[in-house]
T-cell receptor, first 114, second 109 residues
Framework: EPEVTQTPSHQVTQMGQEVILRCVPISNHLYFYWYRQILGQKVEFLVSFYNNEISEKSEIFDDQFSVERPDGSNFTLKIRSTKLEDSAMYFC????????????FGDGTRLSIL | SQQGEEDPQALSIQEGENATMNCSYKTSINNLQWYRQNSGRGLVHLILIRSNEREKHSGRLRVTLDTSKKSSSLLITASRAADTASYFCGETSGSRLTFGEGTQLTVNP
């Protein structure tokens, strides 16, 4: 069964550094998402992306964050200048369409900011 | 209370018993989705129930939706030790899923 893959599984970065998290969504899916989960907390929506532009973003997704689909397969989340509070699991998801379709999640990237 | 609140927060049962988890939500939803998450892993989609549906089944899973009460329940029948995980409901509004805190289910062999 097709799945969403994320790399790396664990990323350790110094505070203030830029980090790029990578995702390969399911190949025929059109909608892409990023979520994060701080340790012990619930999964929070960051951003949705469709047709090469942001569809919706949360209040968490400030100017430090950006997303990109640089080619036909990858979907990336960039954090420009990381802060300690950015430490979390970051999950990528994709869905075939927007209407009444499940979002399929990857296994996440654990981001640790030192 | 917050959106997508699950109840109970933790549930411990014996293998073979049924497990029921409840979820309340606040917004007008397009659909409601249930997911499970094993420790350190991503969310695995279980069932999607549309706002005009009242009940849905998938294998040992049964989901109900009561839009008048803004609540949903997930029933797992004949539970197995492998069902041990956290279970989340996610309300879909627009393109975003809003999750609650989840129910931690432990099935003891």
């Amino acid at each position: 069964e097709p799945e969403v893959t994320q790399t790396p599984s664990h990323q350790v970065t110094q505070m203030g550094q830029e980090v790029i998290l990578r995702c390969v969504p399911i190949s025929n899916h059109l909608y892409f998402y990023w979520y994060r989960q701080i340790l012990g907390q619930k999964v929070e929506f960051l951003v949705s992306f469709y047709n090469n532009e942001i569809s919706e973003k949360s209040e968490i997704f400030d100017d430090q964050f950006s997303v990109e689909r640089p080619d036909g397969s990858n979907f990336t989340l960039k954090i420009r200048s990381t802060k300690l509070e950015d430490s979390a699991m970051y999950f990528c998801a994709s869905s075939l369409t927007l209407s009444n379709q499940p979002q399929h999640f990857g296994d996440g990237t654990r981001l640790s900011i030192l | 209370s917050q959106q997508g609140e699950e109840d109970p927060q933790a549930l411990s049962i014996q293998e073979g018993e049924n497990a029921t988890m409840n979820c309340s939500y606040k917004t007008s939803i397009n659909n409601l989705q249930w997911y499970r998450q094993n420790s350190g892993r991503g969310l695995v989609h279980l069932i999607l129930i549309r706002s005009n549906e009242r009940e849905k089944h998938s294998g040992r899973l049964r989901v109900t939706l009561d839009t008048s009460k803004k609540s949903s329940s997930l029933l797992i029948t004949a539970s197995r030790a492998a069902d041990t995980a956290s279970y989340f409901c996610g309300e879909t509004s627009g393109s975003r899923l809003t999750f609650g805190e989840g129910t931690q289910l432990t099935v003891n062999p």
